[in-house]
């Protein structure tokens, strides 16, 4: 079974930090990575997509780099905002049909 | 209406009622999804449809059904469900299986 573990589970930090989001994922075949936002009650909203082929991808304050061989992504989060403050998610995908998310990193950015 | 909608976002219901779970998607996209976001669990990815077609189902129980009558709109028929069915259910489109997904602010389901 496809395992997707993000570390940590929960984080804080004072507004204007740089922070790291980890996701771990036991197959390094994937297809693509994507990273996501969720805010309490809501649904998710879409930040980045990685293709295998990639390396990383940006948008903004957030860069994603992806290490199939280690099978690993981090998502990097410059001068965080307390705007920022939600639920991250990851989620591999293998053959395109499916998609295996992570439990999440619980961001907290405190003014 | 823009990007992805969902119908109605909070639902009540008891064991042996028959409810409908509606999404619909403003982006011209061929592919669409139905998630379940339990409390503490990742995300369980429930069906997909491509064109149309279901082109996955894990093991996902029959009372759970749905339908995609096209592109736009995607359907989840519940019946006698059972109170570990309460969750957040999602949907889900991109514009073929897998490219990026966009996500409704999905249903919060009940089970009583």
């Known amino acids: 079974k496809q395992e997707v573990t993000q570390i940590p589970a929960a984080l804080s930090v004072p507004e204007g930090e740089n922070l790291v989001l980890n996701c771990s994922f036991t197959d390094s075949a994937i297809y693509n990575l994507q990273w996501f936002r969720q805010d309490p009650g809501k649904g998710l909203t879409s930040l980045l997509l990685i293709q295998s082929s990639q390396r990383e991808q940006t948008s903004g304050r957030l860069n994603a780099s992806l290490d199939k061989s280690s099978g690993r992504s981090t998502l990097y989060i410059a001068a965080s905002q307390p705007g920022d403050s939600a639920t991250y998610l990851c989620a591999v995908s293998y053959t395109g049909n499916q998609f295996y998310f992570g439990t999440g990193t619980s961001l907290t950015v405190i003014p | 209406e823009t990007g992805v909608t969902q119908t109605p976002r909070h639902l009540v219901m008891g064991m042996t009622n028959k409810k409908s779970l509606k999404c619909e998607q403003h982006l011209g996209h061929n592919a669409m999804y139905w998630y379940k976001q339990s409390a503490k669990k990742p995300l369980e990815l429930m069906f997909v449809?491509?064109?149309?077609?279901?082109?996955e189902n894990n093991s996902v129980p029959s009372r759970f059904s749905p339908e995609c009558p096209n592109s736009s709109h995607l359907f989840l028929h519940l019946h006698t469900l059972q109170p570990e069915d309460s969750a957040l259910y999602l949907c889900a489109s991109s514009q073929v299986t897998g490219t990026e997904q966009y996500f409704g602010p999905g249903t919060r389901l009940t089970v009583t």
């Open positions: 449809y491509s064109l149309e077609e279901r082109v």
